[in-house]
Antibody, heavy 122, light 113 residues
Framework: QVQLQESGPGLVKPSETLSLTCIGSGNSISHYYWSWIRQSPGKGLEWIGSMSHTGAANYNPSLKSRVSTSLDTSKNQFSLTLTSVTAADAAVYYC????????????????WGQGALVTVSA | DIVMTQSPDSLAVSLGERATINCKASQSVLYTIDNRNYLSWYQQKTGQPPKKIIAWASSRESGVPDRFSGSGSRTDFTLTISSLQAEDVAVYYCQQYYDAPLTFGGGTKVEIQ
């Protein structure tokens, strides 16, 4: 059984950087994409980006200039960094395993973490 | 971006009755080379993450009750719950994986009438 768990600060100040980590257990990090998705009342579910086990990353163009991800296969750990946050970035952030169905990070999400609530406030 | 539009926003159905949720894509998500629709459905219960229940528009995930079914092709898709049970109360989302960026519908809330 695949389990994913997000961790990171729940409160970030405007203009600062949001950093989250996801630790996976129960399966190898290979053969899948590892993704971040966020959910806010105003924008629903929004795909942030996905990274393959080889390190190839694909990001949503709406966030691409502020997003980066990294993968530590030795620790089964996947990380998200989002810079210059504003109130619009407040959301529940999920990490998810994505079964790839094509290039460009395309795929569907078959395992999700419980989510990490991030608030943006001074 | 492919825009996914779900309808209705919410619906209330009596126990044992049928619930029907629609999802419309702004362009076809049918990949003609493999003749597959690149669309999945998720169920999200209160306080939980989404859970994939259907992929490829109509392939039910293992363990998902057979009262859940998906249908449709190209731009128009439907998720049907044939006989609503109390445990089916949730918000349901469609998602296309035909093209990046991956996009979701706005969700349909299913309640008991």
């Amino acid at each position: 059984q695949v389990q994913l768990q997000e961790s990171g600060p729940g409160l970030v100040k405007p203009s600062e950087t949001l950093s989250l980590t996801c630790i996976g257990s129960g399966n190898s990090i290979s053969h899948y994409y590892w993704s971040w998705i966020r959910q806010s009342p105003g924008k629903g579910l929004e795909w942030i980006g996905s990274m393959s086990h080889t390190g190839a990353a694909n990001y949503n163009p709406s966030l691409k200039s502020r997003v980066s991800t990294s993968l530590d296969t030795s620790k089964n750990q996947f990380s998200l960094t989002l810079t210059s946050v504003t109130a619009a970035d407040a959301a529940v952030y999920y990490c998810a395993r994505c079964t790839p169905t094509g290039d460009g990070g395309r795929g569907y999400f078959d395992y999700w973490g419980q989510g990490a609530l991030v608030t943006v406030s001074a | 971006d492919i825009v996914m539009t779900q309808s209705p926003d919410s619906l209330a159905v009596s126990l044992g009755e049928r619930a029907t949720i629609n999802c419309k894509a702004s362009q076809s998500v049918l990949y003609t080379i493999d003749n597959r629709n690149y669309l999945s459905w998720y169920q999200q219960k209160t306080g939980q993450p989404p859970k994939k229940i259907i992929a490829w528009a109509s392939s039910r995930e293992s363990g998902v009750p057979d009262r859940f079914s998906g249908s449709g092709s190209r731009t128009d898709f439907t998720l049907t719950i044939s006989s609503l049970q109390a445990e089916d109360v949730a918000v349901y989302y469609c998602q296309q994986y035909y093209d990046a960026p991956l996009t979701f519908g706005g969700g349909t809330k299913v309640e008991i009438q």
